[in-house]
């Protein structure tokens, strides 16, 4: 059924939200001003304002002088915290850090640094996703005067792919909690989500033989290629093979030269069946071939990763997978 007519509030609200949110500038650095800073009393400052409603009345009623006295010494209270509520976000800025690529189904981090130039400290200060609904999701801090703090919040994109940073909202009701003052903030940055590895990934594939090599070399179901040879002094420690060294208590190391004869190439074409499914399992081999120190290659639709290692190499095969 049509949500419009199941829920014409809710419906219209979210309309004019996203057409309000759509109007804001994209910017990774923002300077809260009185354009972009917002106001209201939160439900405790209605109860007050009723409260001192009724306390005009009887006042002026019952002519009680010192209800007079209690009436506009809380209404002086409330407009001082109006002002000093609304002054704890205007003059801050914020700015969001690079954000670094996550695999799909975990949360992304986003760092977002609060600087505060003037001698005063600003308190109680909350930051949290503008569409999260869960309770937990404001994180508070207090920014010291000529200083910054660092606030962490997270959100899970759940598929892979290039994704902008969702809205954030920062707002604080200090210092009486009868105002609630807030902003909304769209950053311009993106975030590179992965596909999620496969739990469970069948071994890596056979190596490839290289021009004019010799025919191809298994990859036996540790992820490692079969070859060994005695350990000799100098061998690197990443060479050596602890599994074996721990069951025949002596030290072997692979074959370096054998292995050079050889290239893994991690292929589309034989990742099994589905899109999500291929790139996942894919993924899994790219990170289970990085942490070996494997060289190896990647072969996607229209592009070709050539053989390689490092952190670099990894970063560059899980970015095209994520935006294969």
Same mark, same amino acid.
């Given at each position: 059924?049509?949500?419009?007519?199941?829920?014409?509030?809710?419906?219209?609200?979210?309309?004019?939200?996203?057409?309000?949110?759509?109007?804001?500038?994209?910017?990774?650095?923002?300077?809260?001003?009185?354009?972009?800073?917002?106001?209201?009393?939160? #439900?405790?400052?209605?109860?007050?304002?009723?409260?001192?409603?009724?306390?005009?009345?009887?006042?002026?009623?019952?002519?009680?002088?010192?209800? =007079? /006295?209690?009436?506009?010494?809380?209404? +002086?209270?409330?407009? $001082?915290?109006?002002?000093?509520?609304?002054?704890?976000?205007?003059?801050?800025?914020?700015?969001? /850090?690079?954000?670094?690529?996550?695999?799909?189904?975990?949360?992304?981090? /986003?760092?977002?640094?609060?600087?505060?130039?003037?001698?005063?400290?600003? =308190?109680?200060?909350?930051?949290?996703?503008?569409?999260?609904?869960?309770?937990?999701?404001? $994180?508070?801090?207090?920014?010291?005067?000529?200083?910054?703090?660092?606030?962490?919040?997270?959100?899970?994109?759940?598929? &892979?792919?290039?994704?902008?940073?969702?809205?954030?909202? @920062?707002?604080?009701?200090?210092?009486?909690?009868?105002? #609630?003052?807030?902003?909304?903030?769209?950053?311009?940055?993106?975030?590179?989500? =992965?596909? @999620?590895?496969?739990?469970?990934?069948?071994?890596?594939?056979?190596?490839?033989?290289?021009?004019?090599?010799?025919?191809?070399? #298994?990859?036996?179901?540790?992820?490692?290629?079969?070859?060994?040879?005695?350990?000799?002094?100098?061998?690197?420690?990443?060479?050596?093979?602890?599994?074996?060294?721990?069951?025949?208590?002596?030290?072997?190391?692979?074959?370096? !030269?054998?292995?050079?004869?050889?290239?893994?190439?991690?292929?589309?074409? !034989?990742?099994?069946?589905?899109?999500?499914?291929?790139?996942?399992?894919?993924?899994?081999?790219?990170?289970?071939?990085?942490?070996?120190?494997?060289?190896?290659?990647? &072969?996607?639709?229209?592009?070709?990763?050539?053989?390689?290692? +490092?952190? @670099?190499?990894?970063?560059?095969?899980?970015?095209?997978?994520?935006?294969?």
């Amino acid at each position: 059924m049509d949500t419009a007519v199941l829920h014409p509030v809710r419906f219209t609200r979210q309309r004019f939200r996203q057409w309000w949110q759509s109007r804001l500038p994209l910017s990774d650095i923002m300077t809260l001003t009185q354009r972009n800073v917002y106001i209201l009393p939160t #439900r405790p400052g209605f109860m007050l304002g009723a409260t001192m409603l009724l306390l005009l009345i009887g006042s002026i009623n019952y002519q009680l002088n010192l209800g =007079y /006295l209690l009436t506009f010494l809380l209404a +002086g209270s409330a407009v $001082v915290g109006m002002h000093v509520c609304h002054a704890t976000l205007r003059g801050l800025t914020m700015s969001l /850090l690079s954000p670094e690529a996550q695999f799909a189904g975990t949360s992304a981090t /986003l760092t977002v640094q609060l600087t505060n130039t003037r001698k005063t400290t600003r =308190y109680g200060i909350g930051m949290a996703i503008l569409e999260a609904t869960h309770e937990d999701r404001w $994180v508070w801090t207090d920014v010291p005067a000529q200083a910054m703090a660092t606030v962490h919040v997270a959100f899970k994109p759940e598929r &892979r792919g290039l994704h902008r940073v969702p809205p954030l909202t @920062a707002e604080t009701r200090f210092p009486l909690g009868t105002f #609630r003052v807030w902003t909304v903030w769209r950053p311009a940055a993106q975030v590179l989500v =992965y596909p @999620a590895p496969e739990a469970f990934p069948p071994p890596l594939p056979p190596g490839e033989p290289r021009a004019g090599g010799a025919a191809a070399m #298994r990859v036996n179901s540790t992820g490692e290629f079969d070859g060994v040879r005695a350990y000799r002094r100098g061998d690197p420690l990443k060479l050596v093979v602890w599994k074996k060294a721990a069951k025949a208590d002596e030290l072997v190391s692979r074959d370096t !030269q054998q292995a050079q004869r050889y290239e893994l190439w991690l292929d589309y074409a !034989q990742a099994g069946a589905g899109v999500e499914a291929k790139l996942s399992r894919l993924a899994a081999w790219v990170v289970q071939a990085d942490k070996i120190g494997l060289d190896f290659g990647l &072969r996607l639709p229209g592009q070709e990763i050539k053989p390689a290692s +490092g952190e @670099a190499h990894k970063r560059r095969c899980l970015e095209a997978l994520a935006l294969c």
